[in-house]
């Protein structure tokens, strides 16, 4: 087998969120080409793009402000997610907006005359947001709206006199509603019994309606109008995959959306005028971040697949016809080494239908070790892209199991919430029967079975280790809970309420956290596993990790612990990722490899 080495895969560089500049002729994007993402621009015509922004820490939003060629940018400290707001102007000269860093702040778009912006915050209250508006001129800030619970600016209205704003009241249930900025007083437009949220809301050409995402009373998410009038709730496209990204042209008369198929995106343009619908090719990945060129005639989005890194391509809305407009994730060296996968499917203990991608190594002539790697959330689902150690793990001759176990996202709003509270350790045993399946169905070395994930993940790879240790060769736990009791003490205030509605409370649930715990059961552990963890992580505590290191340390057991003392609950800087990569990779060679 031709082996190469993980830097190729690992230095894939990308391009992400798409913004086009007021005349069309410039995009700007975040690329990572330095280490650390910052804004690079591309001009028409010219083949290699410039980067424009300049900062230690890495840029995580940026946005035009309307009929300017200003542009808004988010950025946080070593990982810490307590993004601030910036103004990168014309000139490149940057200026503090928010400069508050110990709280959040949520971009909320800006007024149609350009001198406002609209930004949520946890300024007033940890575990609360509310919502500000800021004089980009005299950087004056006032707050337009408080009350105790999670709010959102999503953008203005087209009279500028008002916000269209969002409440959020679990993660899957929302309310959207439209702020008065000289009274204070909010129309809430959604009331609703039951879950259901409503999502990429826009304007229509004369105000009078929203044109947005739901899944109001349904399993999917699909294409909906509201009549602010009235309030009348109006379906106009429906399917059996979910909606997602919601865009409108600037003349008001096209809207773009992608499908979610099975974690595979389809995009969709619908032609107000004509009803009509188009659709256009793409390899096998998902799209997002979309965005019309100001002329109409083009659309932008970000493009990642699993042989095609993140990437911006741009749609021309004549010819129907996608081109790639970067090209920064190029790499000879990983030309025709890049693998797309299978999607499988097999039944839980339960008869439930569980779904997965399934990749697999080229000229497999043996039993091959294989590593099953878990997504986070819990409310999420792995997608078919680009992951830097699923395709090195491939090229070494490893298989990839990638399963959206019962809690994922995008197959319908029953099937989020199977896992909920006490019916947490179902996913768990999915886990298990995924690994019977393979046996069964694909040419597994069952003696060489490793688990991997992050986050929400990470509590799952402890979870199964220490609930189901007969089926793990090694495990790795990427700033996982190792306790839901104390991950529900130690987590951002304003998190804490938003995962109780997925995990439980320590009052109500207390004891069945406790029950299922991997902490609690540290002593059923027999394979070995590496822990790493960001200490700045305001998601998911450093202390999850340390105490569950701790403990096997204490028995002896064959653990491995890395912490990186300037990243969060994700790695951003390369130089992190290469250790932490690296240290995985030969932590799985040695532990399932030949």
């Known amino acids: 087998m031709d082996v190469v080495s993980l830097d190729p895969y690992l230095h894939v560089r990308t391009a992400k969120n798409p913004e086009y500049a007021p005349g069309g002729n410039k995009l700007r994007f975040i690329a990572d080409y330095t280490g650390v993402p910052q804004v690079w621009e591309l001009n028409r015509g010219e083949g290699w793009p410039a980067q424009v922004s300049f900062t230690q820490d890495r840029i995580t939003l940026i946005k ?11 950025m946080d400290m070593k990982g810490n997610e307590n993004e601030q707001l910036h103004l990168l102007k014309k000139d490149n000269k940057l200026i503090e907006l928010t400069n508050s860093p110990e709280h959040i702040h949520r971009y909320g778009g800006s007024s149609p005359d350009g001198k406002w912006i609209a930004w949520s915050s946890n300024r007033r209250h940890p575990a609360y947001f509310d919502l500000y508006i800021q004089n980009l001129e005299t950087l004056e800030i006032r707050l ?5 619970g999670l709010f959102a600016s999503l953008t203005w209205a087209p009279d500028g006199n008002s916000l269209l704003i969002e409440k959020i009241n679990a993660p899957l249930d929302n309310d959207l509603g439209i702020l008065d900025l000289s009274t204070g007083c909010v129309n809430w437009l959604t009331n609703h019994s039951g879950e259901a949220s409503f999502i990429d809301a826009h304007f229509n050409k004369d105000g009078t309606h929203l044109y947005l995402l739901s899944n109001k009373d349904r399993e999917f998410f699909g294409l909906a109008c509201i009549n602010l009038k009235t309030k009348y709730f109006d379906w106009m496209e429906l399917g059996e995959w979910d909606y997602e990204n919601l865009e409108m042209s600037h003349d008001k008369e096209k809207l773009a959306y992608t499908i979610n198929e099975g974690g595979i995106s389809k995009g969709i343009i619908l032609d107000l005028n004509t009803s009509e ?60 080494k890049l693998i797309e996968p299978e999607i499988i499917t097999f039944h839980s203990f339960d008869k439930l239908q ?41 090229n070494l001759g490893f298989a990839v199991c990638v399963p959206n176990f019962r809690g994922s996202t995008g197959y319908g709003k029953t099937y989020t919430h199977l896992d909920d509270v006490q019916k947490r350790m179902d996913a768990v045993t999915d886990l298990v029967y995924i690994v019977k399946w393979l046996k069964t169905n694909r040419n597994i070395d069952f003696e060489r079975i490793a688990i991997m994930g992050g986050s929400y993940g990470g509590f799952l790879v402890l979870a199964a280790i220490s609930h189901f240790p007969q089926y793990w060769s090694a495990a ?24 109780e509605a997925e995990y439980g409370t320590i009052e109500r649930d207390g004891k069945f956290f406790d029950r299922i715990d991997p902490l609690n059961h540290t002593d059923r552990i027999t394979c070995p596993l590496m822990v790493l963890h ?61």
């Open 64 to 74: 035009y402000v309307t009929g300017t060629s200003n542009v808004i940018i988010g």
């Open 144 to 148: 337009a709206y408080s009350d105790n």
């Open 277 to 336: 619908l188009y659709s256009w090719k793409t390899p096998v990945g998902v799209i997002s971040k979309m965005k019309f060129s100001p002329d109409n005639q083009k659309l932008a989005y970000e493009f990642n697949g699993p042989a095609y890194p993140p990437e911006i391509w741009e749609l021309d809305l004549k010819s129907i016809q996608a081109e790639r407009l970067t090209y920064v994730s190029r790499s000879p060296v990983l030309k025709d």
């Open 354 to 394: 569980i779904p997965a991608f399934y990749y697999q190594p080229k000229n497999i002539t043996k039993k091959l070790p294989v590593v099953l790697y878990l997504h986070g959330g819990p409310e999420s689902q792995s997608r078919a892209v680009y992951n830097s150690i699923h395709q090195y793990l491939l």
């Open 476 to 499: 790795i736990d990427i700033v996982g809970m190792s306790s839901l009791r104390t991950f529900l003490e130690t987590t951002s205030p304003w998190r804490k309420k938003q995962r």
């Open 534 to 594: 960001g200490e700045n992580d305001p998601r998911v505590h450093i202390k999850e990790s340390e105490q569950m290191v701790t403990k096997l340390k204490d028995r002896n057991h064959q653990v491995e612990f890395i912490r990186f003392e300037d990243e969060g609950h994700k790695f951003e800087k390369l130089k992190n990722k290469s250790t932490a990569y690296k240290e995985m990779v030969q932590f799985l060679i040695r532990h399932i490899g030949e």
